[in-house]
């Protein structure tokens, strides 16, 4: 997975951790696989979507909802409660429309590789953009149509930038 991390991506997670500043991964994505990217990324933790285990074996059943939408912000604010953390101060990544609950939850929402949704929501909320695609890529996924049915996957980096109170 580390080789399909845009290298500014990480280079924005790498600046908040030298500052001093705690850093979550916070993806739809099994909270196993999603420990294991944080872990490899050096940064503080993550959050993902929880499968039930009894007995040490997956029942195909979640512990709650996916983590995803609104569902994110919720998590979000329960890991801002949890560590003490004034949202207001916190900065939020993200390249999907579908965070724009999580994005709207913080002080500082940045829209990093955005679809093209979530760039006209950016815009719109004078958030600020961040593009790390080649203009040939960037123009590929910023027109859908090109794409035919085809659709980029999150960035599992897009994460949660936490400033200490």
């Not at 949202?87 to 002080?107: E, F, H, I, Q």
Request: proline residues 3%.
């Amino acid at each position: 997975m580390s080789d399909r991390i845009w290298a500014g991506t990480r280079a924005l997670a790498q600046m908040h951790l030298d500052a001093g500043q705690r850093v979550w991964l916070v993806t739809a994505t099994p909270i196993e696989l999603a420990r294991i990217i944080a872990r490899r990324l050096g940064l503080t933790g993550a959050l993902g979507t929880v499968a039930e285990s009894v007995d040490g074996l997956y029942t195909g059943r979640l512990v709650g909802e996916i983590l995803h939408g609104p569902a994110k912000a919720h998590a979000v604010r329960a890991l801002a409660a949890a560590e003490g953390l004034d949202l207001r101060r916190c900065t939020a990544y993200s390249d999907s429309v579908n965070d724009v609950p999580m994005l709207s939850a913080v002080g500082t929402a940045v829209a990093v590789n955005p679809d093209s949704e979530l760039r006209d929501v950016a815009k719109a909320r004078n958030w600020q953009i961040r593009d790390f695609r080649t203009g040939r890529k960037a123009a590929r996924i910023g027109v859908p149509s090109v794409l035919g049915a085809g659709a980029v996957a999150g960035a599992v980096a897009a994460g949660m930038a936490y400033r200490k109170r």
